[in-house]
């Protein structure tokens, strides 16, 4: 199927707007435009949503995040969520604060955002450290902000799906195997290697490109580091390096049949599926990159998206009221 119309009306006002997009050079002015990317898909933030600024004090740093707290929920369950913009760009207060607060109504969970430190002035593991005890940290907090203090889920978008899902393992092999219960997995990073189906059929866009993907995980690893085999690399970045020390949580992963990254998101589906857990794969036709932000520029991305809910919800149970 071919691209959802409203998608790419969408990036046709983008380019009107804002110019054809240069190749990534510089971080900061990576996010300069991003942010003012962002700013034209705005929206309030959905009726029935309270929402307030967190600090999470870790070891030797403190992070902020935002909590989307859907009202008239004495216990909501949290689900605790990693941003996208490929571990460089990005924030869950600013860029991706509808997403989160769409979550947190199309869920019925807490939906907390972390804000973790970012590359380049932060490379790895500086992320996946951040998303790993943020995890963690909140873990332990649930019972002081008013939550299920017995379900934990995990989720995140593009870069921080990638994030999510190797701070998942990584509290289970540290903390305790079983704490996460559920992932929610938004077309997910989950391996710098670039020569896919996907890759290839999409390496030109819309909405993200080979190259961008390229310099994305250079700011974020180093050249040399991305270029070396997959089986010499470390667990955190490749997330199919080696099998999973404990059975993955349940997962929901969704993501976009025009996308360079949708053949990273089904294979690690597969491998969740091979490894014991249960995965409900979505592909979301006539999507591109990014279409979970896009949600009020394009009625079939809000459709995707909350089909992704509804299943998550499934797979999770309906919550006591």
Same mark, same amino acid.
């Given at each position: 199927?071919?691209?959802?119309?409203?998608?790419?009306?969408?990036?046709?006002? %983008? @380019? #009107? +707007?804002?110019?054809? &997009?240069?190749?990534?050079? =510089?971080? $900061? !002015?990576?996010?300069?435009?991003?942010?003012?990317?962002?700013?034209?898909?705005?929206?309030?933030?959905?009726?029935?949503?309270?929402?307030?600024?967190?600090?999470?004090?870790?070891?030797?740093?403190?992070?902020?995040?935002?909590?989307?707290?859907?009202?008239?929920?004495?216990?909501?369950?949290?689900?605790?969520?990693?941003?996208?913009?490929?571990?460089?760009?990005?924030?869950?207060?600013?860029?991706?604060?509808?997403?989160?607060?769409?979550?947190?109504?199309?869920?019925?969970?807490?939906?907390?955002?972390?804000?973790?430190?970012?590359?380049?002035?932060?490379?790895?593991?500086?992320?996946?450290?951040?998303?790993?005890?943020?995890?963690?940290? %909140? @873990? #332990? +907090?649930?019972?002081? &902000?008013?939550?299920?203090? =017995?379900? $934990? !889920?995990?989720?995140?978008?593009?870069?921080?799906?990638?994030?999510?899902?190797?701070?998942?393992?990584?509290?289970?092999?540290?903390?305790?195997?079983?704490?996460?219960?559920?992932?929610?997995?938004?077309?997910?990073?989950?391996?710098?290697?670039?020569?896919?189906?996907?890759?290839?059929?999409?390496?030109?866009?819309?909405?993200?490109?080979?190259?961008?993907?390229?310099?994305?995980?250079?700011?974020?690893?180093?050249?040399?580091?991305?270029?070396?085999?997959?089986?010499?690399?470390?667990?955190?970045?490749?997330?199919?390096?080696?099998?999973?020390?404990?059975?993955?949580?349940?997962?929901?992963?969704?993501?976009?049949?025009?996308?360079?990254?949708?053949?990273?998101?089904?294979?690690?589906?597969?491998?969740?599926?091979?490894?014991? !857990?249960?995965?409900?794969?979505?592909?979301?036709?006539?999507?591109?990159?990014?279409?979970?932000?896009?949600?009020?520029?394009?009625?079939?991305?809000?459709?995707?998206?909350?089909?992704?809910?509804?299943?998550?919800?499934?797979?999770?149970?309906?919550?006591?009221?």
């Amino acid at each position: 199927m071919a691209v959802d119309p409203q998608i790419l009306q969408f990036y046709q006002r %983008l @380019a #009107e +707007q804002f110019g054809a &997009l240069p190749p990534p050079a =510089d971080a $900061l !002015a990576q996010r300069a435009r991003f942010e003012a990317i962002a700013k034209v898909s705005e929206r309030p933030d959905p009726e029935g949503i309270e929402v307030s600024d967190l600090t999470l004090p870790l070891p030797g740093r403190t992070l902020d995040a935002v909590m989307f707290r859907p009202q008239g929920v004495l216990r909501p369950r949290l689900l605790v969520w990693f941003h996208g913009g490929g571990w460089v760009v990005g924030s869950g207060r600013t860029t991706h604060r509808l997403l989160g607060a769409l979550l947190a109504a199309d869920t019925g969970c807490a939906v907390i955002s972390v804000d973790y430190r970012l590359a380049p002035e932060h490379p790895f593991p500086a992320p996946a450290d951040d998303a790993r005890d943020a995890l963690a940290h %909140l @873990a #332990e +907090q649930r019972l002081r &902000l008013s939550l299920d203090p =017995d379900f $934990l !889920a995990v989720g995140g978008d593009s870069a921080g799906g990638h994030l999510a899902a190797q701070a998942a393992q990584a509290v289970h092999d540290t903390v305790r195997p079983g704490l996460v219960t559920a992932q929610l997995l938004v077309y997910p990073v989950t391996t710098p290697a670039f020569g896919s189906e996907s890759y290839n059929a999409f390496a030109q866009g819309p909405g993200l490109t080979r190259d961008e993907m390229r310099w994305y995980w250079t700011q974020f690893i180093g050249e040399a580091a991305r270029d070396r085999p997959l089986a010499e690399q470390d667990a955190r970045l490749f997330l199919m390096a080696h099998p999973p020390g404990h059975t993955p949580p349940d997962t929901v992963v969704i993501v976009a049949a025009h996308d360079v990254l949708r053949d990273d998101g089904l294979a690690y589906a597969d491998y969740l599926v091979q490894h014991g !857990a249960q995965v409900v794969t979505i592909e979301a036709s006539g999507m591109t990159h990014a279409f979970a932000r896009l949600q009020p520029e394009a009625e079939r991305a809000r459709e995707w998206m909350r089909r992704a809910a509804h299943a998550f919800v499934g797979m999770i149970g309906e919550a006591a009221g």
